[in-house]
């Protein structure tokens, strides 16, 4: 079972963790990946047990590129977790994914939680995070068993318009 | 509800004093809460017989709590649940006194959430291990209900030009509604430029957006219509109770866009449709303030106005004492002390008694200045019908729709 101490936690993923086990098992690959459904084939994150689109309980893995948009995002000033006090202020932002997005309806995506880091992995910078950014994914190895998926900032040019807190 | 309509009431309120540091257990302030909301409707431990909680694994159990007040149950579940319960166990009250399964039930919410376990994390909370969907959240430093909410009102903003001086009118109302109420935690009255001033915690969220956890207890009665005749207050009555409606993919709060659409919107037509009332028709809000931006959320999705516009909503003056539609007299949570939910629907109880305990002399019997200077009044004129917003957050809320 990988297990890991980061931050003061103890991030752990059961064998039996059938959501979360495989997801894991790829980013330790460096692959981010989700769940798709064998029955209707859309793609779905975060990787639950049955389809939210036509309720079948089959499914695989699939391979993601990885590359995202800001969709939204916070700069977290007061840590709540004594281990990231020494983090702030870190963003925390929503990417959504550029695999099916406004599918099946105009509003849906593939959205996952991460922070947006630098090369070094620390948080990026407050005037460099705003919604409608690129991003890459990348993944911190916190152990030979156990790496969690961030995001980067890319040089692509924004897709559409870019908005950022004015406070 | 519809043929439930006006059959089942609100008959005592009660709650213990808000502090930082109770110095009691759970399980003496939840006693404490149920005996004042006895005294208050007249009951003795004989005439009630249900008993409903909500916890968080924070809190005592109902039997135990029951044993200390001599309250022998023929029905009592505790329910795991935060913010929302309240109006989800109204509504779970009346069905089992419905069906037979007892005939007056107290519901409890007993917490030290400042001393004890805070919401978010912090206390034994933050030594379990992190495991399943938390590993989505908890390894990037999201942990609490602010830190977890924020990107929902980022993106409110964005999308909708809202601001945070409007937002922050939301603690300027509150406070000015708190100064007038001599159990709330935090009676100063406070600026906007107060609040865009105080530290950031998680931007765009400033520590005055955020409410006051606290140590308390807090309790509500409700029996039929027949019963609640012979109690000693004025029965208040159950128009439309809705209970922890839910949006798509409830698994996060990121996946049902638009994101900034809230549970109220699903939660709005059921209640409205039974009470046989719409927003218009209410003259008094209390909505679940554990961050200035949840009110503004929910009373957009509540149609209390247009979606995108409760900015102006909040900012204009009319949830204000004095106000068209006053919101969360009593201070809520951001001044009165956090309680998950209770505490809003307890004060819409005495407002519709004409009983707001204010500084007015006079408050036991219904009697008011209405001046809302600081320091004074804080009963609203004519207040006949009520309705609270319940949030657990941004895809889960309830909704109560209460008249005189």
Redesign the interface.
Known sequence: MP?VE?????????DN?S??GGY?EAAREHRLVVKKCAACGLLR??P?SGC?WCTSLDWTWQEVRGKGTI????????????G?RD?T??P???VELDEQRGVPTP???L?????LVDDQFQPEA?ANVA?GKRVDVVFQDLSPELS?PQFRLTDEPPAGSV?Q?P? | MGRLTDKYCIVGVGETSYSKNSGKTTRAMGAAAICNAMRDAGLGADQVNGVLSYHGGDSTAGPEIAADLGIRPDFYMDCSGGGSSTEALVGLAIGAIEVGMCETVAIFRSMNGYSEVRIGGTGRRAAAPVAGSQLLSRPYGMVSAGQNFAPVFMRHMMEYGTSSAQVAAVKVAHSKHASNNPKAFYRKRYTVDDVLNSRWICKPLHLLDCCVETDNATALIVTSAERAADLRQRPVYVMGVVGRVTKKRGDTFYNDAPITDVAGKYAAERVFGMAGVGPEDVHVTGSYDAFTFTTLLQLEDYGFCRKGEGGDYVSNGIIELGGKRPNNTSGGHLCEGYTHGMSMVIENVRQLRGQADDSCPGWQDGIHTHGYAEGGCRQVREAEISMNLGWANPVTGSALILRR
Not at chain 1, 111 to 115: G, S, V, Y
Request: net charge negative; proline share 10%; charged share 15%.
């Open positions: 297990q980061y931050r003061g936690m103890l991030l752990m993923v059961p963790d959501e979360f894991f994150f975060p639950g939210p969709y939204s995002y916070e700069i977290i000033a007061h840590a709540i977790q004594p990231f983090f202020p870190y925390v932002i929503i509003h849906d995506g959205r996952l939680i991460a922070n407050e919604i969690l908005w807190f406070g």
